[in-house]
């Protein structure tokens, strides 16, 4: 089966993102487990008497069904992958910035069945009530790995020495971590650098730290595009975020 003519049953996946077409139709951003992100026409999904209406939401896990030629196939089917609660209200605007990360930094018909997985268990997680900021951190760290721009947080970029706990650092984009001597001030802790690396994000200082140095690393490979969910995340709350 090739891209220009395909028929997919069933396959697992998510809407990220959905915009109107024509009347009562809609073109789809999805992400599935084996096929990658892809655009998917949806016919007649719009309006009070749209069967799919309630289906095709951003977060819900699903079974797509599509069919077709070129780069974007027509949606024939979908139905919910067993039942999933809904996100608390609290974690919307965080979940809305996972999509908006996979929609930018993901290219189409790339399988990446590991960052399927990553994000289906951030989502499972913000369900059940886990702490938002460690999935938030734990999740750029495993995308950026996924993509190939993964963190060294073990040791130093030019002496390859071990990042020492006691140690602070600062963090070049194109270069990696860089020792800073005894300066504190704008700088990353050692033990935050090592927690980041065990993924056990528990205090205060190592949850500042990351966020820091994740979205540093995040802007680089953003190449100076914005994240419409930080900016309105900014004018609701008067600061960054996620």
Not at 67 to 72: D, H, I, P, Q, Y
Not at 113 to 122: G, K, N, V
Not at 158 to 180: C, D, M, N, V
Request: positive net charge.
């Amino acid at each position: 089966m090739t891209r220009s003519s395909r028929r997919i049953d069933l396959t697992p996946g998510y809407v990220l993102h959905h915009r109107p077409w024509r009347d009562t139709s809609r073109i789809l951003e999805v992400l599935t487990r084996e096929h990658g992100r892809l655009t998917l026409f949806a016919r007649g999904v719009r309006g009070p008497r749209a069967r799919l209406a309630p289906v095709l939401q951003p977060f819900q896990p699903l079974l797509l069904s599509f069919s077709g030629r070129g780069e974007a196939a027509q949606l024939t089917a979908a139905e919910r992958c067993g039942e999933a609660a809904t996100l608390p209200a609290a974690t919307l605007m965080a979940a809305f910035y996972l999509n908006e990360l996979l929609l930018k930094l993901t290219t189409r018909h790339d399988p990446l069945p590991q960052l399927y997985d990553h994000y289906d268990a951030t989502l499972r997680a913000l369900r059940s009530g886990a702490a938002l900021e460690p999935c938030l951190r734990i999740f750029e760290k495993r995308l950026l790995e996924v993509l190939g721009y993964g963190l060294d947080l073990k040791s130093e970029a030019y002496s390859g020495r071990p990042i020492r706990a006691q140690g602070y650092y600062h963090f070049r984009p194109a270069q990696g971590l860089i020792t800073a001597g005894n300066v504190r001030t704008g700088t990353l802790s050692g033990d935050s650098l090592l927690a980041l690396a065990a993924e056990e994000l528990g205090s205060e200082r190592a949850l500042a730290d990351a966020r820091r140095l994740l979205h540093s690393a995040l802007a680089a490979c953003l190449e100076g595009r914005q994240l419409s969910t930080r900016t309105v995340a900014r004018a609701l709350h008067g600061r960054t975020a996620p």
